[in-house]
Nanobody, 118 residues
Framework: QVQLVESGGGLVQAGGSLRLSCAAS????????MGWFRQAPGKQRELVAA???????NYADSVKGRFTISRDNAKNTVYLQMNSLKPEDTAIYYC????????????WGQGTQVTVSS
């Protein structure tokens, strides 16, 4: 079965950096677009960054210039490098996979907590 396992979350001070990883198994990784979402308490889940199977990327306005999404198809892993973190980045971060011809994300990880202290 398909599994997406996030890692790399934690507690960091404002201005610091974290790198999240999401290891995928049970699917042909190179055929899938990958996304990082986040959900803060009391807020709706939002798309933070996405990368297509071909490597094109897009970002939420709130993270442009600070976050970078990348993928390593040889390792079946997608990354989210987060720099200049702000307290408002505090959330549970989820990775998700979408088949390259699909319109919705089919598979989700369990999430990893990111907490940014001021």
């Amino acid at each position: 079965q398909v599994q997406l396992v996030e890692s790399g979350g934690g507690l960091v001070q404002a201005g610091g950096s974290l790198r999240l990883s999401c290891a995928a198994s049970g699917l042909t990784f190179s055929f899938y677009g990958m996304g990082w979402f986040r959900q803060a308490p009391g807020k709706q889940r939002e798309l933070v960054a996405a990368i297509t199977s071909g490597g094109s990327t897009n970002y939420a306005d709130s993270v442009k210039g600070r976050f970078t999404i990348s993928r390593d198809n040889a390792k079946n892993t997608v990354y989210l490098q987060m720099n200049s973190l702000k307290p408002e980045d505090t959330a549970i971060y989820y990775c998700a996979a979408k088949f390259y011809t699909g319109y919705k994300y089919d598979y989700w990880g369990q999430g990893t907590q990111v907490t940014v202290s001021s």
